[in-house]
């Protein structure tokens, strides 16, 4: 039997997943290929096929799928609901694979597998992922005890994926040393600015979603840390006054990393990168704007970008909120 | 002593009204969303909050200006925003210096003790929990009336002979059953109205379309933020069919032919399998149905930015091609005209008509 290939669009969840689905898929014997970087005629393909009113990273994710159709047997859209037995994903995550499914023509078949572990015990909260992965396993082998092994083979990579993001890495950083390149970390002088920049992780490691504004800052002489960098207790640690959590996996990171942030005061200043149109980011942003008043020391701003987003404008705004700070660092 | 107040939807304050004064409080009936509520609204939310986070967000800073310190709602938990709200508005309200409280009611089956807790809050009347069932119960009633009486008015306003008639008449019993009191009352007042809606004159032999009008719920239900939908496709000879209405949804609105198809989840199976948050699933269900059953067309109205209408939509251009069925789509947002959906929807409703004068002119022996 020949080798199955599987795309992964290069968008949305993959900086969180790709290892793991990667290293699954792999322990298989499975090909995956993914997309390339997001770039200008991914965005227009998408612009074209996806409807209007959609925000960017759905657009951009339409042209991914686009750009795999045929360099791939079948292309994975999975239907992330909820994957720690609480927080759940963005209503268009629900319906990613529907959406894809019914506007897209001549696509490879493709692998909708739900991953759902919500209002789950400790336990069960394991075995309904295995669950999905036999699901999707089951796909290419018939041998359990192959998917068994994948399985955990995918959870030790997840394990040694988080260790690294933790050790300072950004996701794209990670994935290559997961994929053999060489662990090279940057030395920053030690007077140099240190900023958290905060949102959701296809909007600030795609660089072509939001113009390389971790690129510019890093230009800029900014040591930059993510909510990807912090060890999860501090994360699930931080209190806030209000009766529920955010919802969305996303959406209760970056809030709770931004509280973390204002609350350890360790950083320069505080970056919030949020996308024309998201929904779940407008009952975010606002509550970190106004939190963000209590800690008038630490410098905020709230970077939006869509479609149109020009490199002069979000350069301009970084250099000269990096000034701001570099200032009032001084003293002066 | 609380001064409550809670959403505007349609006419649901009618009954709201009734069990929070009941419940021995003085109620600031919240007024129509008007230009000044969405001003107030746009002008405090985020820039990409929904469109019913805007007006309401407008409507407790009108109520509150009003004289009003408490604020009843509901929650929810996600996917959609809409559960989030309570707090962020409470935040936002509290951030402009206004010193409220917020109620918020989960599900009490979820939530039992907070649910009580919740009623023994408002309960400025001390009723014992039988008195405050009953008066939830009565409430119920009323609304189910009241959602009652609405249906009819989409039966009648496309067939009316006077211009203008239903809408006058349906203002006129909305009093009569906002001043029942008793059961008695209400069914008294309920039976009346009926007659009177049923008295206006109506054109019998006129060629009547069916739009089926789905979407997302508080566009739908509150006719302030829709541009009164209901009564301009009622104008242009369309009898419309919402699929939502706080009291449910009933089953005799189900094609009798179709056994196999229960509930509108069900239709939906084949285009989104799982609920998505909203009312993202039943749009695109409800559709299939409408289709299945026959209608001219369907309208679906959804606030900018809205995440489950964003998906259902996205399928829907599919499965109104597969039935054959038109779908026009209004994203709604503070710049919505009543002109530019007046014209749009003439011009969706001649289509509709052509098309189903095509359809008698093939088969004349159908008759609508
Ligand atoms: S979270 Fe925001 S950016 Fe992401 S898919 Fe949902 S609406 Fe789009
Ligand atoms: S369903 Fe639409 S309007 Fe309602 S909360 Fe979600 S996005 Fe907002």
Redesign the interface.
């Known amino acids: 039997m020949s080798v199955a290939t599987v795309g992964i669009p290069r968008a949305l969840a993959y900086y969180i997943y790709f290892p793991r689905w990667r290293s699954f898929l792999n322990e298989l014997g499975v090909n995956v290929v993914t997309s390339g970087l997001s770039n200008r005629q991914m965005l227009d393909e998408g612009v074209k096929e996806a409807l209007a009113e959609a925000c960017v990273p759905i657009k951009l994710y339409f042209g991914h799928v686009l750009s795999l159709k045929d360099k791939a047997d079948y292309i994975f859209v999975p239907r992330l609901y909820c994957l720690n037995s609480k927080t759940l994903y963005c209503p268009k995550f629900l319906g990613l694979p529907d959406m894809i499914k019914h506007s897209l023509n001549h696509l490879p078949p493709i692998i909708d597998t739900m991953f759902n572990n919500r209002y789950k015990g400790f336990l069960a909260r394991r075995t309904e992922l295995a669950k999905s992965f036999f699901q999707l396993g089951s796909k290419f082998t018939n041998d359990k005890l192959k998917i068994l092994k994948a399985f955990y083979r995918s959870l030790k990579t997840e394990q040694r994926y988080l260790e690294l993001l933790q050790s300072g890495l950004l996701p794209n950083q990670a994935i290559a040393v997961l994929g053999g390149a060489k662990n090279v970390n940057i030395a920053y002088p030690e007077d140099s600015l240190k900023f958290a920049v905060l949102g959701y992780p296809y909007h600030l490691y795609d660089d072509f979603i939001n113009v390389g504004v971790l690129t510019k800052l890093r230009r800029l002489g900014v040591q930059v840390v993510t909510t990807e960098n912090l060890p999860p207790g501090i994360l699930a640690r931080q209190k806030h006054p209000y009766p529920k959590d955010m919802f969305w996996t996303f959406s209760d990171r970056a809030f709770r990393a931004a509280l973390h942030f204002f609350r350890e005061g360790r950083v320069d200043g505080i970056i919030y990168v949020t996308a024309f149109g998201c929904g779940p980011d407008a009952m975010v942003y606002r509550l970190i704007e106004m939190e963000s008043k209590k800690y008038p020391h630490i410098p905020f701003m709230i970077l939006m970008i869509d479609e149109h987003s020009g490199e002069a404008g979000i350069s301009t705004r970084l250099e000269a909120f990096t000034d701001m700070v570099r200032r009032r660092k001084k003293g002066v | 002593m609380l001064k409550v107040t809670f959403p505007r939807m349609g006419h649901s304050y009618i009954a709201f009204k009734m069990l929070m004064e009941e419940m021995g409080n003085e109620v600031v009936v919240p007024p129509r969303p008007s230009k000044r509520t969405l001003d107030l609204g746009v002008q405090h ?6 469109l019913p ?1 805007k007006i309401l967000l407008g409507t407790y800073l009108e109520t509150i200006e009003m004289g009003a310190n408490t604020l009843v709602t509901s ?1 929810g ?5 809409a ?2 709200y ?3 508005h409470h ?2 309200i509290q ?1 402009l210096g206004h010193k409220v409280n917020m109620v ?1 009611f989960e599900a009490p089956l979820r939530h039992p003790i907070d649910f009580l807790k919740k009623v023994n809050f408002l309960n400025s009347a001390r009723l014992s929990y039988r008195a405050v069932y009953q008066a939830i119960k009565k409430g119920w009633h009323k609304l189910k009336a009241l959602d009652n009486v609405e249906r009819l008015t989409h039966k009648i306003r496309p067939r009316e002979l006077v211009a203008g008639a239903t809408s006058k008449v349906y203002r006129q019993v909305q009093l009569w059953l906002d001043q029942a009191k008793t059961y008695q009352e209400i069914d008294e007042a309920y039976h009346e109205s009926v007659k009177a809606l049923n008295n206006i004159p109506q054109d019998p032999d006129r060629m009547i379309l069916k739009v089926g009008i789905i979407g997302e719920i508080y566009v739908l239900l509150e006719p302030a933020s829709n541009q009164e939908i209901e009564e301009v496709l009622g104008n242009l000879g369309v009898e419309v069919e919402r699929s939502i209405f706080l009291t449910g949804w009933t089953r005799d609105n189900l094609n009798k032919n179709s056994k196999d198809l229960v509930t509108c989840h069900e239709a939906a199976k084949s ?8 009312h ?1 699933q039943d749009s695109v269900g409800h559709t299939v149905l409408y289709a299945q059953q026959g209608f001219d067309g369907v309208v679906q109205l959804a606030p ?5 209408e ?6 829907l ?3 109104s091609r597969k039935y054959n069925i038109p779908v026009l789509t209004f ?1 709604l947002d503070e710049q919505t005209g009543k002109a530019g959906m007046a014209t749009r929807l003439e011009a969706f409703v001649d289509l509709l008509r052509r098309k189903k004068l095509a359809r008698l002119d093939t088969h004349p022996a159908v008759t609508s």
């Open positions: 939310a985020p820039e990409f909050a929904c986070f929650g938990h996600g996917p959609c925003r559960g989030l309570a707090q962020v935040r936002i951030d918020c285009w989104i399998p799982v609920a998505i948050g909203g993202g900018f930015t809205c995440i489950p964003i998906v259902s939509k996205t399928v251009t599919r499965v994203f």
